[in-house]
């Protein structure tokens, strides 16, 4: 489970059990670490619930109420200013109203994600002048009140936390005032939530005892069950649901993956912690000659960064502090607070509770309000805990007076020098500790560089002295100084990473975000590679390449067919509309870049095979549009990928090809003409155009014959693909999840890709497990995937009735009543999608549908009945029983498998099946079932179209393609038999 060691054993180019299964557990591993990663904000706000309850404050019940101190366990909370906190049930108390006075209150609601609803008080729309709030179920559709500022939340739980600045009258002012707040439902105005003030009791509301446990698993498939499904999400919710984490389902993991899944926490815990203290990039410091960071690295509470989601800052923020607000993050003079973090003294090494250490601070600090240092233990990352009791110092609490150099003085150590003993806080030996400055209502200095506080400066070299607090209450909610895992050991020095230790992390990490990156960016790169290879052949964007003697082995192609007349185009839609005139008795579909399905067009689009005009729409084009006349698509990439077939008329092909070089045409939409009525341009809803002729006409390229290559590379030249991808087409086009991934290894829309040495050779280490990855899930899927179409038992499977064309559900069920949809667990299929992209091009509901004798269907076998892979130098063969449930006719054809493309023998074309072009068809028995031999001689006495020829030394696997498919099929009373190995194996 290394991924920098890992290399899968093949044999004949597929992996061996062995190899399957190491990669198996690595490729686990790294999807359990990305979820331990993107989960924990979700987890860390079910932690909070849990100290609620536990402190005996229900769920929508009552309002917890806290004047914070050491002993109050939670990340970053402080002691400058009382909290009220409230678990809002809206399933219970349904809309919520949050009744707040005037005055000076800070707050805001977090759904159960950790996401920003809105803030409330002096950063929210009441400015501090109080307001009426209503807080709604996502569901709700009823009457909603003019008079309330309203907002909804995506989650049935939401957290209200919100403070209230102390003044000339105290902490205790403040408290009053939080009392002061009303919460109740909105049906129910005479039963406000109760009080519960908890500031005497221990309360612990950090996830500390299930972030490195199992049970950080369970509380997160807990949430998973009562809340509902997030669009947004999706890519995430598939990889919980690969892991076995599935709503709906229970949570149940076998050995292996416990032990996963608990590798994972400390793996993901160590990675976040780098990202927290250790995180190096170049907009962390707030002064460049100073240790001080930034704590928040975005101005989106949802850490929103342009095209991607700033993972880094998000792990960042989560691995240390609990809510989200604008306010927090803003980097403005005026209302809200700033914060920085100081982990390091001058000389750049780690806070350390052992030593002394001095922190010179300017005075006046340029606040409006006030401002605070406080000081948090590195392993639970809440308040430091000594005999004490103190971890803030505070201009509300005590003034500070400046020295002869106008600074104040503060101090952090065991003991408390000579004469700091008012502005000092107690840190506890063997434990490291960092430092939050706090400025409220921050002012122009405090940004543009006129004040900045000194680093702390270590003023002692007395030696550590023995902890105070017990080894087993620390080793409960700590890191160990020294982790054996699954990359090696990893060192700590109080929780802070060693640098060995946050240098080897990053490189796991970047391994990971490569890989994920692979695996999530295959089916851009595989579109881009089949441009490309357009391009390498003279086929611009809107010419059409045409196999009119049908497609054969010299073509690489991802599982092409010699069967129909193949016709692809790769449309260019980034200067406006295109227009597509499509012939009669043709079947095709348009993808976008990222292989998303755009439409059908032909026999499953809407001409129903009869041809006619569609007019492909860029999603972002503002411009008018036709009143009708076309069939119109909308696409979120600039360019697009139009695969077409038509069929052989009397095993002839020329009358398809002639028909497409005669009625297929491609040209720009011009405004105002066909389509447009002149009434609309009176109307002013568009221009009136001249009805001219084409600006050109449609260029074709024959393919038949043609040497070319279309195959996505294996190489560190993907992610040079990938990047082309991503600069080519508009950001908005662009998934967020794999965007972050993307960017994270330095591919960004509107930058230049250029990884330096270090990155390199983790993209390169990385894009060997990558595919190898996706060549297991493509060739050796678990049984657990459901692949198999009739079961244990038999190889043949077909990934797509799975999760059907969007890889989120099957496809429905076609009865007596109509279509049944089926449900959807709310997760992505994606080793379903892995597979379908790492064999094939082309995505739409025809090539999965339950639908009788329309589209086609596909199942595919890579291992004889004994389960061993086939070899090229043996003879096998294949028994179709009678009555072969496809309407228009069937196929096999064989595949290389390394170029997963046709393979190539003296045959030229590897196929056998019902045509007689453009090989003979198969010959049936007196029975009317047909057997078809794969050898690399023809047997005796076998028809020439029963065999396909294989080459010694290599290995292949095949495809049955059924087209207009029957009941039969669907309901499996018809199935192949197994592929049958009926000679001795011949070494290679």
Not at 898 to 927: I, N
Request: charged letters at 25%; glycine letters at 10%; aromatic letters at 10%.
């Amino acid at each position: 489970m290394d991924p920098h060691t890992a290399r899968p054993e093949l044999e004949h180019e597929y992996p061996t059990s062995d190899g399957a299964r190491s990669v198996y557990d690595d490729q686990d591993l790294q999807r359990a670490v990305q979820a331990y990663r993107f989960f924990y904000p979700t987890v860390s706000m079910e932690a909070i619930f849990h100290g609620n309850r536990q402190a005996g404050v229900e769920d929508g019940k009552a309002i917890m109420m806290l004047a914070a101190g050491p002993r109050h366990v939670g990340f970053t909370v402080n002691s400058d200013t009382p909290y009220a906190a409230c678990v809002l049930d809206l399933q219970s108390m349904g809309p919520t109203v949050i009744d707040l006075p005037p005055g000076p209150y800070v707050g805001m609601v977090d759904d159960h994600d950790h996401r920003w609803i809105g803030d409330i008080g002096i950063p929210g729309p009441d400015r501090g002048e109080g307001g009426r709030y209503l807080l709604l179920p996502l569901d709700y559709a009823g009457e909603i009140p003019r008079d309330h500022l309203v907002a909804r939340s995506p989650t049935r739980r939401a957290l209200l936390g919100l403070r209230a600045i102390p003044g000339e009258s105290g902490t205790e002012g403040a408290m009053e005032a939080l009392r002061r707040v009303k919460i109740h439902p909105y049906a129910r105005p005479d039963a406000p939530l109760g009080v519960i003030d908890v500031s005497d009791r221990d309360i612990d509301t950090s996830p500390l005892r299930w972030e490195n446990e199992l049970e950080y698993w369970r509380r997160l498939h807990a949430v998973l069950e009562q809340e509902p499904p997030r669009e947004e999400f999706r890519p995430m919710y598939g990889l919980l649901a690969a892991l076995g984490i599935e709503r709906g389902r229970p949570f149940a993991p076998d050995r292996r993956m416990k032990r996963i899944l608990e590798l994972a926490t400390e793996v993901g815990l160590d990675q976040m912690r780098v990202e927290g203290f250790a995180a190096g990039r170049p907009d962390l410091l707030v002064w460049p000659d100073r240790r001080w960071e930034w704590i928040g690295l975005t101005a989106d509470p949802d850490f929103e960064s342009g095209s991607h989601l700033d993972l880094q800052a998000r792990d960042r923020w989560f691995v240390q502090a609990i809510g989200a607000s604008p306010a927090m993050f803003r980097r403005a003079p005026g209302g809200g607070s700033i914060y920085f973090l100081g982990a390091r003294d001058d000389s750049g090494e780690y806070l350390d509770g052992g030593h002394t250490y001095e922190l010179r601070v300017p005075l006046p600090v340029p606040a409006q309000l006030f401002w605070s240092v406080t000081a948090y233990d590195s392993k639970t990352r809440s308040q430091v805990r000594a005999p004490q009791d103190r971890a803030v110092l505070s201009s509300l609490q005590r003034t500070f007076e400046p020295g002869p150099d106008g600074f104040a003085r503060l101090h952090f150590g065991p003991t408390a020098p000579p004469g700091g003993e008012r502005a000092w806080i107690q840190t506890t030996p063997d434990t490291g500790f960092f430092l939050y400055m706090r400025i409220y209502g921050p002012e122009p200095a405090a940004f543009d560089g006129s004040w900045k506080p000194g680093d702390p400066t270590r003023i002692d070299r007395a030696p550590a002295r023995a902890r105070t607090i017990s080894p087993a209450t620390l080793r409960s909610i700590s890191t160990p100084d020294s982790i054996e895992s699954a990359i090696g050991t990893l060192r700590f020095h109080d929780g802070i990473p060693r640098t060995e230790t946050a240098a080897r992390l990053y490189d796991h990490l970047d391994s990971v975000h490569a890989q994920n990156a692979y695996l999530n960016g295959l089916q851009a790169v595989s579109t881009y590679a089949i441009r490309q290879g357009l391009f390498d052949v003279g086929v611009r964007d809107n010419d059409v390449l045409v196999f009119s003697r049908l497609m054969d082995s010299q073509s690489l192609f991802l599982t092409a067919n010699c069967d129909t007349v193949y016709f692809i185009s790769m449309l260019d839609v980034s200067a406006g509309p295109l227009v597509l005139e499509l012939p009669a008795r043709t079947l095709g579909v348009i993808d976008d870049m990222w292989f998303r399905w755009v439409g059908d067009v032909g026999t499953s689009g809407p001409d129903r095979g009869e041809g006619g005009r569609y007019l492909i729409v860029p999603e972002r084009y503002a411009g008018p549009l036709p009143e009708g006349g076309f069939y119109v698509l909308r696409s979120k990439t600039d360019h697009l990928l139009l695969l077409g077939r038509a069929f052989l008329e009397d095993d002839d092909p020329a009358p398809a090809a002639a028909r497409i070089r005669r009625d297929l045409k491609i040209q720009p939409y011009v405004a105002g003409t066909i389509g447009s009525s002149i009434g609309a341009y009176l109307r002013s809803e568009g221009p009136l155009g001249a009805l001219a002729a084409p600006a050109r006409p449609t260029r074709f390229v024959e393919g038949t014959g043609l040497v070319m290559s279309t195959i996505p590379p294996n190489d560190e030249s993907f992610f040079e693909m990938l990047d082309a991808v991503v600069q080519l087409e508009p950001a908005e086009a662009l998934d967020p999840e794999i965007a972050g991934h993307a960017a994270a290894i330095g591919i960004v829309k509107g930058r230049r890709f250029r990884p330096d040495k270090r990155l390199q050779r983790i993209l390169s280490e990385a894009i060997v497990i990558a595919n190898a990855t996706a060549r297991t899930i493509a060739v050796r899927p678990r049984a657990s995937e459901g692949f198999g179409y009739y079961g244990e038992g038999s190889a043949w499977s077909n990934p797509l009735f799975v999760g059907g064309y969007e890889f989120l559900r099957p496809p429905p069920r076609i009865t007596s009543d109509g279509v049944e949809q089926l449900p959807s667990s709310g997760a992505r299929a994606l080793a379903s999608r892995t597979q379908m992209f790492y064999l094939a091009t082309g995505i739409t509901p025809a090539m999965c549908m339950r639908l009788e004798n329309v589209g086609s269907q596909y199942l595919g076998a890579f291992y004889d009945a004994d389960g061993d892979p086939f070899d090229g130098a043996s003879t096998y063969e294949l028994t179709l029983p009678p009555g072969i449930p496809a309407g228009l006719f069937w196929s096999l054809t064989l595949y290389d498998n390394q170029t997963r493309s046709m393979l190539q023998t003296p045959q030229r074309f590897p196929r056998a099946g019902s045509q007689a072009y453009p090989t003979p068809a198969a010959v049936a028995r007196e029975d009317g079932s047909i057997t078809v031999f794969f050898a690399p001689e023809r047997p005796h006495g076998v028809p020439e179209g029963n065999w396909i020829q294989t080459v010694p030394g290599k290995g292949w696997f095949v495809l049955l393609r059924l087209y207009s498919p029957l009941r039969a099929f669907f309901d499996k009373t018809w199935r192949p038999g197994e592929i049958r190995h009926t000679t001795p194996r011949v070494s290679a």
